[in-house]
Structures are given as C-alpha cells and as structure tokens.
C-alpha cells in the first residue's frame, strides 16, 4: 500500500535528485500515466506513480557511476547497455531503488524502469504503460512524440482487447521510430529493442505500424 503523503515525499524526495527540467519530464510521465493507468491498471496507479517518479533517478549521475552501481547490481546486459551509454540510466535505477527508497523495490516499479529506455522481449502492461507514457509526455516537444501522444488519446477504443491491441501497436509505432531513428544516423540499436519490436510484430503480423 502506497499512500498520498508516501507519494509526495517520494515526489520531494526525487526533486533534490534532478535538475529542474529532468524533473519537469518526471512530473509529466507521472501525469501521463495517471491517465493511462485510469483505462489500463486503475488499480495499480500508486505503483504506477512511483515508478514514474524514480524512472529517470539515475540519468544526472556520471556515467562512471551509473557502470558502477549496474556492476555492484550483477547487471548481465552491463556490456550492451555501456555501449549505449544514453540507456544505462535505466538499469542503474533498478538497482539504485533497492538501497535509496526501498519501500518502492517491487518487483513490476523495478522491471518497468529497468526496461523503460530499451523496451524489452517481454513487457507487461505495467512495463508498457511505463515505456510510452516516458514517450509521450507532455513536456516531451519533439513532434512524433506529440503525434503519438494525440494519436494514442484520440483514437483509445471502447472495448478492453481493443484497448490492449491498441497500447500494444502504439508501443510498436515508438519501438519501430526509435529504431529507424538510430539507423538513420548511423547508429546500431540496441539489441534489446530490436527484440522488443520483433516480439510485438509477431503478435501482429498483418498489422502496418504508422511512424507518421
Ligand atoms: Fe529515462
Ligand atoms: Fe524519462
């Protein structure tokens, strides 16, 4: 049980952690999934909440240190992850929780923010819910994000398999731009997003995903 006032100390708590504007995209994805949690996992949104507001706690350390705490974490993807030093963070963050608010080392708060940078194989909803509201928050000023974010609202079906299929296509859509997007310039994915993308398109076979 996580409460109200638990909440706005974990929220204060995070705060003194961040710079101004990495918090500002905090505060965002916990609105984010607020919304989506209403529709998606109404009985998760505490959870919800604190994952969103630990996801990124990691990302202003020196990246030294972020190599540090995953290897003192045993992480075994450490050599893919360092060699895309912008998905570490995540990673640390899974094992920084434990040791700096253990309250919030459940085991779906620290699978979630372990994945939110790379996506992964195998993703629950509360991973995915993680993943895109990270994407689509309304801080986020970058116009696929802004597209994706109307996109997702505007178009949310009535029916719950519709709504799941949907969640799932939209994830795929950011899988399939952050991809395209690193090749374009000249980048390797990581592997672990190439293995996301192709779980959901096996899921999906026929389904064309729209990069707008
Ligand atoms: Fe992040
Ligand atoms: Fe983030």
Known sequence: ????????????????????????????????????????????IPELRAAALLHDVAKELPLEEQIAICREGGDRELETAT?????????????????THPKYDLPEIISAIYKHTTGAEKMSTFDKLLFLADFIEPNRPWTFCRD???????????????????LDLTVLSVLTFTLDYLRSRGTDPDPTTERAAAALKRIYPDETVSIQ
């Open 1 to 44: 049980m996580i409460t109200e006032t638990e909440l706005s100390t974990l929220s204060s708590s995070v705060a003194a952690r961040l710079s101004e504007k990495r918090f500002a995209h905090t505060k965002g994805v916990e609105e984010e999934i607020i919304r989506m949690g209403a529709i998606y996992l109404p009985d998760r």
């Open 83 to 99: 060699r895309s030093p912008a998905i570490l963070h995540g990673h640390a963050a899974a094992y920084l929780i434990p040791k």
């Open 148 to 166: 994706t974010r109307e996109k997702f609202w505007s178009s949310m079906p009535d029916d719950p398999d519709a709504r799941l299929r949907h």
